[in-house]
């Protein structure tokens, strides 16, 4: 692993789901990478459905999305963070891709058909949505991803435009591989069904009212086999020791597995410990988040840098791109003979 490249789209309210599937990733990440762990908001993305999305919104939305993801824990200084329309490469890029890519291996996509089937019109930038993703990893030549497991088929879909681009112009792109995170692959939503989706309203924000968050836990489904507080319960049955796994210790959690397996405790006793243990690790990105909304300038200009630092990257990958499909280049001109 030499550089990642991993995004997030400012489509509404950073959640739990985000924080421990790749914000928590995405930290120690840079711990270890440093500059070449390039992440960013991919403002393009949110794009996709025109319907679906509040152009008043998308520009406070992109900039909170960077300031939850500082205060979590992200350093401008030490990785690549930027806003993905602040770098044109990336759209340059996808274009080229678009003309390599069969229409066969894109309406192939499980989230383009399981999209695609609950719309009423089907906007073309659905389709066209791994292509740009893989243009995002390749511009910056990025070997490793991290990502949802519901992202890997569009990695695989990147690692094949990168072998069809090498196999007609030259070697120029590694294969990159999906990183997935084995703690948190798939945190399910407040419902205990649908993965955790700002589209489907089943989340907790990072940044929600306390009192909220408290009611939506307290609201958690229970095992559905347990009816009276008496019966003992399976806690891989219900969502709340889901969650409490995310947050506890280990030796917490298997303690009131325990506990509840012989109907020693309530639900309503975990849910409130798992609040308490999730307030622990909430409160102090709340009170970080607090302090960059007072400084609003230091989230910009830190944007504003890490793009200058991604376009370097993207700029080079676009010039050797440019001569190797063939393009005229400014800088040079036909020699006839």
């Given at each position: 692993?030499?550089?990642?490249?991993?995004?997030?789209?400012?489509?509404g309210?950073?959640?739990?789901?985000n924080?421990?599937?790749?914000?928590?990733?995405?930290?120690?990440?840079?711990?270890?990478?440093?500059?070449?762990?390039?992440f960013?908001?991919?403002?393009?993305?949110?794009?996709?459905?025109p319907l679906?999305?509040?152009?008043?919104?998308?520009?406070q939305?992109?900039?909170?999305?960077?300031?939850?993801?500082?205060?979590?824990?992200?350093?401008?200084e030490?990785?690549t963070?930027?806003?993905?329309?602040?770098?044109?490469e990336?759209t340059?890029l996808?274009?080229?891709?678009?003309?390599?890519?069969?229409?066969?291996?894109?309406?192939?996509?499980?989230?383009?058909?399981?999209?695609?089937?609950?719309?009423?019109?089907?906007?073309?930038?659905l389709l066209?949505?791994?292509v740009?993703?893989?243009?995002?990893i390749?511009?910056?030549?990025?070997?490793?991803?991290?990502?949802?497991?519901d992202?890997?088929q569009?990695?695989?879909?990147?690692?094949?435009?990168?072998?069809?681009?090498?196999?007609?112009?030259?070697?120029?792109?590694?294969?990159p591989?999906?990183?997935l995170?084995?703690e948190?692959?798939?945190?399910?939503g407040?419902?205990g069904?649908?993965?955790?989706?700002?589209?489907?309203?089943?989340?907790?924000?990072?940044?929600?009212?306390?009192?909220?968050?408290?009611?939506?836990?307290?609201?958690?489904?229970?095992?559905?086999?347990?009816?009276?507080?008496?019966?003992?319960?399976?806690?891989?049955?219900?969502?709340?020791?889901?969650?409490?796994?995310?947050f506890?210790?280990?030796?917490?959690?298997?303690?009131?597995?325990?506990?509840?397996?012989?109907?020693?405790?309530?639900?309503?006793?975990?849910?409130?410990?798992?609040f308490?243990?999730?307030?622990?690790?909430?409160?102090?990105i709340?009170?970080r988040?607090?302090?960059?909304k007072?400084?609003?300038?230091?989230v910009m200009?830190?944007?504003?840098?890490?793009?200058?630092?991604?376009?370097?990257v993207?700029?080079?990958?676009?010039?050797?791109?440019?001569?190797k499909?063939?393009?005229?280049?400014?800088?040079?001109?036909?020699?006839?003979?």
């Amino acid at each position: 692993m030499t550089r990642v490249l991993s995004g997030i789209q400012p489509s509404g309210e950073i959640h739990i789901g985000n924080y421990l599937g790749a914000i928590r990733q995405w930290v120690e990440l840079g711990e270890r990478l440093g500059r070449e762990a390039f992440f960013c908001i991919v403002d393009y993305h949110a794009l996709t459905n025109p319907l679906a999305y509040d152009p008043s919104t998308l520009a406070q939305r992109t900039f909170e999305a960077a300031l939850v993801n500082m205060a979590a824990g992200l350093d401008p200084e030490r990785v690549t963070l930027f806003v993905q329309s602040h770098v044109p490469e990336h759209t340059e890029l996808a274009w080229v891709f678009t003309t390599l890519t069969p229409l066969g291996d894109l309406t192939r996509m499980t989230q383009f058909k399981d999209k695609a089937a609950k719309q009423e019109a089907v906007w073309s930038g659905l389709l066209m949505y791994p292509v740009l993703q893989a243009a995002d990893i390749l511009v910056y030549k990025a070997d490793t991803v991290p990502v949802g497991e519901d992202q890997v088929q569009h990695i695989e879909l990147t690692r094949e435009i990168a072998r069809r681009f090498n196999a007609l112009f030259g070697e120029t792109f590694p294969e990159p591989e999906a990183l997935l995170n084995p703690e948190a692959p798939r945190v399910p939503g407040i419902d205990g069904k649908a993965k955790m989706s700002k589209s489907l309203g089943n989340t907790i924000g990072l940044l929600e009212d306390e009192r909220s968050i408290w009611e939506k836990i307290r609201h958690l489904p229970d095992d559905p086999q347990r009816i009276r507080l008496a019966d003992p319960g399976d806690p891989e049955r219900t969502v709340v020791f889901t969650y409490l796994g995310y947050f506890a210790p280990k030796e917490l959690v298997a303690a009131l597995k325990e506990e509840y397996r012989k109907a020693g405790i309530g639900t309503l006793v975990v849910k409130r410990i798992l609040f308490e243990e999730m307030m622990k690790v909430l409160r102090p990105i709340r009170e970080r988040a607090e302090q960059l909304k007072k400084h609003p300038d230091h989230v910009m200009d830190a944007l504003l840098e890490g793009a200058r630092r991604a376009r370097a990257v993207a700029q080079a990958t676009m010039e050797e791109v440019r001569e190797k499909v063939g393009l005229l280049l400014p800088a040079k001109r036909p020699v006839y003979r």
